[in-house]
């Protein structure tokens, strides 16, 4: 079984936020597949579908950004799948929009619900697909993160949003090694 996440805040307050980004690309990916969010549990809004003979559950945690980790950790537990097999969508703040990274390891870069997940599933070895929102000139950190993306950030981030479906749906047909070499090739 696969598990792709996208993170985000649940509730009006942080729809269209940069923070929400892996929501809007999960929905992006949801939308591709022709797949609806169906079920609620594990902490989160989810849809499990079998795609080239394997089950994939695509999910959105309900708890807030920072505890992302109680969602990814319970699924992993109870359906034993391997951090290899989890695929975190976010976003980077040292990304300008537009810009994204695919990691397979490594820090939480200062991310807060890469640092849960991290803790809860005591691994770093989960892919990450870091989608860039670019670093505040004017706002703190927290307010930059929880403003609203606008018309000309989302047109910088259309690009990356379709790698990052692209990217999902190669690695649901193919080694994730060979995933990340085709995606990547269009990051610089």
Do not use: W
Not at 68 to 74: A, I, R, T, Y
Not at 95 to 101: E, N, Q, S, T
């Amino acid at each position: 079984m696969k598990l792709i996440v996208g993170l985000g805040n649940v509730g009006k307050p942080y729809t269209n936020t940069r923070h929400n980004v892996g929501f809007i690309a999960l929905d992006a990916i949801l939308k591709d597949l022709n797949l609806q969010i169906e079920s609620n549990s594990f902490d989160g809004d989810y849809v499990v579908a079998t795609i080239n003979n394997e089950k994939v559950m695509f999910i959105k945690p309900t708890t807030l950004m920072n505890l992302s980790g109680n969602c990814v950790g319970q699924i992993a537990k109870f359906y034993k799948i391997k951090p290899q097999d989890i695929i975190v969508i976010h976003d980077d703040l040292d990304l300008p929009p537009g810009k994204f990274k695919v990691r397979t390891q490594g820090s939480a870069g200062g991310h807060n619900g890469i640092k849960d997940i991290i803790a809860k599933l005591g691994s770093d070895q989960f892919v990450r697909f870091k989608i860039g929102i670019g670093h505040p000139t004017k706002l703190s950190v927290i307010d930059h993160v929880l403003g609203k993306i606008s018309k000309e950030e989302m047109s910088a981030m259309k690009p990356a949003i379709n790698k990052c479906v692209e990217f999902v749906k190669l690695c649901l047909c193919a080694p994730i090694n060979i995933a990340i070499s085709k995606v990547n090739q269009g990051s610089k």
